[in-house]
């Protein structure tokens, strides 16, 4: 039976690092999914009058905003993980890391918030 390698052994952080990467693209693929949301909903709400539209217009671009923002997030906490890849760290806990995906996930949440603020306006205003 083999020894079991200690806690933090470069195999775990590698298999760490692996799962963070695996959840931050797909925290991208949602934001990236999002971002037809809003535009999808106004194209189908086109019918109401042009006061609703403009009234509702900074919930679409915050949305739109916040969405973007979350996927460009996600890609520069791909990069600060590549970056302790390379030099053989392996470090889902720098700090780099942990404020980039910690601001993917807020502004990512903060999107779906005002989407959702979106729809409500839309229904209350019909």
Known sequence: ????APVGALQDR???CKTFLEQTKQLITLAS???FAPAA???LAKDLEQMKRVATSGYFLGAEFCFILSVVLGYVTIGTIAGTQNDGTYNVFRLA???SSGAQFVTYVLGI???ALLVRRFLSTA
Not at 1 to 4: C, D, I, L, P, Q
Request: cysteine-free; charged content about 15%.
């Open 1 to 4: 039976m083999a020894a079991k």
């Open 14 to 16: 590698q298999e760490a």
């Open 33 to 35: 999914a999002f971002l």
């Open 41 to 43: 909903f106004v194209t």
């Open 97 to 99: 890391t942990r404020v």
């Open 113 to 115: 918030v005002v989407f």
